[in-house]
Structure formats: C-alpha cells, structure tokens
C-alpha cells in the first residue's frame, strides 16, 4: 500500500488555503533557470536566504 499523501499541486493549494505564505528558493531558481512566473500562483516570491531569515523571524515554518 501507498502512502496517502495529496498530489504536490493539492498540497499547495491546501497550503495557501490555510493561510501559509510560499517562497522559492533564489539559489535553487537560479541554478534551474527558473523565474517568478515558472512557479504556481500561490508561490509569493523568489527569495534569498537572507531574505527567508528576516520574513521568518518567529514563525512556525515548514521545509517542503
């Protein structure tokens, strides 16, 4: 038997839905040749890891 896990879009969507904000990785972005517009809607922005540290600063945060 499989795990019963949403497919990555749904998850995304269910994210959002509850009020999670979404960031890309910039480093990961760049080094794939992706920009803003490649990622779906519900992804906020492209950020850096410095730019993570200072939005995150005492939040609940989740790596996907």
Do not use: H, W
Request: charged residues 30%.
């Amino acid at each position: 038997d499989g795990l019963d896990i949403p497919p990555v879009r749904e998850m995304i969507e269910t994210l959002d839905d509850a009020g999670a904000e979404l960031y890309a990785c910039r480093l990961a972005a760049d080094m794939m040749g992706l920009e803003k517009k490649d990622f779906m809607p519900q992804v906020k922005e492209v950020i850096s890891a410095m730019d993570f540290f200072d939005k995150s600063a005492g939040a609940n945060i989740i790596f996907i």
